[in-house]
C-alpha cells in the first residue's frame, strides 16, 4: 500500500512541517514533495492542514506518525545491523589513547560505535607513546588515539586542534608571562624525547631550531609523560605540549604558557593501512560523528 519514498516523505514532512525544507532534506523539489503526499492522502485520508502560513499534522496524521516513526526506526536499524555485519562490523576493537583529552575523545566515539554497531566488542586502554606504538606496529592495536604526527601509519581525522603550551616550572621567572614565543627555547632546557619516538614527532615536539634559526637549547632526555612534568618542576627543561595540560595536569610547581607562534597540537586516530578493516573505518567514522568541532 505503501511506497518507501511517500514514508520517508511523510515522516519528514511531519517533521519539518514545512514543504521547502522536507524537499530540501530530500533533494527534491518542493513540487514533487506535495504530489507524493497528496498521492498517499487520497489513498488514506488527510494527513497535513496547510495553509499560506503553515503545515499542520491532522490528529490521524499525528498518530500515523508517532506510530510508523519509531517503526520505521527499527527497520532500518535491523538493515543497518544486516549491513554492517556483511562488511565485516562484528567482532572486536583494541583502542589505546594516549592522555586525558584523548580519553574524552575516545569515550564518546565508543558510545556513539555501540549504538550502531552492537554487535562489535571494543576494548579500551589508557597507553604510553613508546609501548602504545610498538604494540600498534606489531599489530596488537587496532586503532591508537594520539598526536600527530604519527609516521607508518594513516593519520586519521582530526578530532581535536589545541593551543600549544610551554610547560615550565612555577618559579622560573618566565612562568609568569602572558604568552611566549618559540625562540625562547633557544635559552632554556627543552626537554629530549627518547630514540625510540618517532624523529618526525621529536622534531615536532622537541624541534632542533627555533622559527628564528637558532638552535634550542637540549635539555634532559625523558621517557613518560610523569618523568617529563617531574623534570620540568624540577626546573631542568620545559616541554611544549597542547593546552588541555592546564586543566587536566594542573599543579602548583607548573605553569603552562601559551607560545603565540606555535601551530596548534592535533589529535585524532592512527592505524595501519593494512590492519584498514571494515570495523577500522566504522569506528573512525563514528569518532568523527561524535567529536564535532566545539563538542
Known amino acids: 500500500m505503501w511506497e518507501r519514498h511517500e514514508v520517508e516523505t511523510s515522516l519528514l514532512l511531519a517533521d519539518e512541517l514545512h514543504f521547502g525544507r522536507t524537499a530540501a532534506r530530500l533533494h527534491l523539489t518542493t513540487g514533487h514533495v506535495s504530489k507524493t503526499v497528496k498521492r498517499l492522502e487520497s489513498r488514506i485520508a488527510a494527513l497535513f492542514e496547510r495553509t499560506s502560513r503553515q503545515v499542520r499534522l491532522t490528529p490521524l496524521g499525528q498518530r500515523l506518525a508517532d506510530e510508523l516513526g519509531p517503526a520505521v526506526a527499527a527497520v532500518e536499524a535491523s538493515l543497518r545491523r544486516a549491513v554492517d555485519a556483511g ?58 588515539v594520539a598526536s600527530f604526527p604519527f609516521p607508518g601509519a594513516r593519520n586519521g581525522p582530526v578530532l581535536l586542534a589545541e593551543p600549544r603550551v610551554l610547560a615550565i616550572a612555577a618559579a622560573h621567572p618566565l612562568a609568569s608571562r602572558a604568552s611566549l614565543s618559540l625562540d625562547v627555547l633557544a635559552e632554556v632546557p627543552l626537554i629530549q624525547l627518547p630514540d625510540e619516538v618517532s624523529r618526525e614527532f621529536r622534531d615536532d615536539r622537541t624541534p632542533g631550531f627555533t622559527p628564528s634559526g637558532q638552535p634550542t637549547l637540549k635539555g634532559p632526555a625523558c621517557d613518560g609523560l610523569s618523568n617529563i612534568l617531574t623534570t620540568v618542576a624540577l626546573g631542568r627543561g620545559v616541554y611544549p605540549v597542547g593546552a588541555h595540560f592546564a586543566q587536566y595536569h594542573a599543579r602548583p610547581d607548573i605553569a603552562y604558557v601559551p607560545l603565540h607562534d606555535a601551530p596548534p597540537v592535533t589529535w585524532g586516530p592512527v592505524w595501519l593501512p593494512g590492519n584498514e578493516t571494515a570495523r577500522v573505518r566504522a569506528f573512525v567514522q563514528s569518532a568523527v560523528e561524535a567529536n564535532p568541532p566545539g563538542a
Not at 87 to 94: M, N, R
Open 87 to 144: 562488511k565485516g562490523v562484528t567482532g572486536e576493537l583494541s583502542i589505546h589513547f594516549l592522555g586525558p583529552a584523548t580519553e574524552q575523545l575516545v569515550l564518546r566515539a565508543t558510545t556513539h560505535f555501540a549504538a550502531r554497531h552492537p554487535d562489535c566488542a571494543v576494548h579500551l586502554q589508557a597507553g604510553e607513546l613508546g609501548t602504545s606504538a610498538t604494540r600498534l606496529r606489531k599489530g596488537e592495536i587496532d586503532i591508537l
